[in-house]
Structure formats: structure tokens, C-alpha cells
């Protein structure tokens, strides 16, 4: 049997390096913007036309890329939240990882290319990628988690088409369908759309396509604004260890 005193500082470990790497990434997105020599502007007309089609540009997409990268990392914050993590979700992270260390050079190759519909679906299925390895993390998470939930699927199956309202037969099932997990999965789909909704846009408007990713700061600003209220532990039926456990995961997601 594994000791629990090495998982834990095996998560340490791992969270430690997740941020490190976030950190890298988040700071090598500014470097990605070049910076002209005076052998190529001679004049102020040609500082102006490097402005408005390089620069300017250059600096909306950078804020944009750096808040995608931002969010994935609260999604981590939240990750080493939960009690049990298993390797299988550790190495799904760190595939993650690799996967979000391509962002500033997809981000470098938008700020050259940003007119060009390859450059945007190359941008845009870069974020759904990534996007989805995080809902397989938490479905995992979730699964590993709370596993005794899903010992009995008829059960399981019958208390799904009940009223939320009224609860559910099953001891705290409603944890999954309302509340702080259904919050998570919520915010971990705003990317999804958004990116889905890039690709499509790139056939019809590549600046429309990277101007949607806006949508991803919208959309979780309204889930948590909206869902607050509700993600509150009153009412269930849960130990001491779940109330815990529940708190730090709110918290992970709204903050203290």
C-alpha cells in the first residue's frame, strides 16, 4: 500500500512544477511580440503602419492568450483541491502541460498570422485540446473521488429524473447534479464553447474567431456570479471530512 505521506508530497511536487510552468508560459507570450530595428522603420509612416497591422494587433492577442492561460491555471488551483489524485490524472496533467507550453508559440504564430484561417483553427483546436484533457482530469477526479456514488447505477439512474428540489434518495447524490461540481463542470465548458465556437469562425472571419475567445471571460465571469449563491453546503446531509473537503474546493473556485 502506497503511503499517504509520499502521495501528498508527490502532489506537492507536481503543483509545484504546474505553476512553474505557467508561470514560464504566461511570461514568454509578451516575448513572442517583436520588436522592429531601425533598418526597418525609417519613418514615422512606417512606425504608424507597423502600429495598426502589427502591434496593436499583437497586444489585444497577447491580453487574450494570457487570460486563456490564466484560466487553465485556476483549473489546476482547483485540481489539487481534491483529497485523492491519482497518477493517471498526474500524467494527464502533465500531458496538459506540454500541450499549454505550445500556447506562446501558437500565439506567436497569431500575432504574424492572424488574417490567415490556418494560423486561428491551429490557435483555436490547441484550446479545445486542452480544454477537453481538463474535463477528462475532473471527470476522473470526480469519479475517484466520490466513488461510492457510482457503486449501484440502477439506483444511481432512477434518482437522476427526480426533482432537484426534492433531493434524491440516495445519500448526497445531489452533490453531482447541483452545487459546487456541477459549478466546475459549468466553468470548464466555457472554453469549450468558445473554441468550438473560434473554428467556426475562422472559415467566415479569422479577426471574429480570436475576438470569440473574449467570450470565455464572459461566460465565467456570469457562471460564478450566478451560481454563488447556490454553491453553499447548507441543507446536505454530509460528514465532517466532506464538508471540509467541499469548503476547499469552493474556495478553490471563488476564492477565500
Known amino acids: 500500500m502506497v503511503n499517504n505521506k509520499f502521495l501528498n508530497n508527490s502532489n506537492d511536487r507536481h503543483a509545484a512544477v504546474t505553476d512553474g510552468v ?3 508560459a504566461m511570461t514568454i507570450l509578451v516575448l513572442e511580440i517583436a520588436v522592429p530595428t531601425i533598418t526597418d522603420i525609417s519613418s514615422g509612416v512606417a512606425l504608424n503602419e507597423y502600429f495598426l497591422r502589427y502591434l496593436a494587433p499583437s497586444i489585444l492577442i497577447y491580453f487574450i492568450s494570457f487570460y486563456i492561460v490564466y484560466n487553465f491555471w485556476e483549473n489546476t488551483v482547483i485540481l489539487f483541491s481534491f483529497n485523492k ?3 493517471g490524472v498526474l500524467t494527464l496533467n502533465m500531458i496538459t502541460l506540454a500541450a499549454v507550453c505550445m500556447i506562446p508559440f ?3 504564430f497569431l500575432f504574424n498570422f492572424y488574417n490567415y484561417t490556418n494560423a486561428n483553427l491551429f490557435f483555436s483546436l490547441l484550446i479545445l485540446v486542452i480544454s477537453l484533457l481538463y474535463i477528462l482530469m475532473f471527470m476522473l477526479l470526480i469519479k475517484n473521488n466520490f466513488k461510492e456514488y457510482f457503486d449501484n447505477k440502477d439506483e444511481l439512474k432512477t434518482a437522476m ?4 428540489d426534492d433531493g434524491f434518495e440516495l445519500p448526497n447524490l445531489r452533490l453531482y447534479l447541483r452545487g459546487i461540481t456541477l459549478t466546475l463542470f459549468y466553468l470548464l465548458l466555457a472554453p469549450v464553447i ?3 465556437l473560434s473554428l467556426l469562425l475562422a472559415f467566415i472571419s479569422p479577426k471574429a474567431s480570436i475576438l470569440s475567445f473574449l467570450l470565455t471571460l464572459v461566460l465565467v465571469f456570469l457562471i460564478r456570479t450566478r451560481r454563488f ?8 446531509d454530509l460528514t465532517d471530512e466532506e464538508k471540509e473537503f467541499l469548503g476547499n474546493l469552493r474556495n478553490s473556485i471563488y476564492g477565500e
Not at 231 to 236: K, M, Q, T
Open 22 to 24: 505557467f508561470a514560464i
Open 229 to 236: 449563491a447556490s454553491d453553499n453546503l447548507v441543507g446536505l
Open 85 to 87: 489524485i491519482s497518477y
Open 194 to 196: 468558445t473554441s468550438l
Open 106 to 108: 501558437a500565439t506567436g
Open 161 to 164: 429524473h427526480n426533482s432537484y
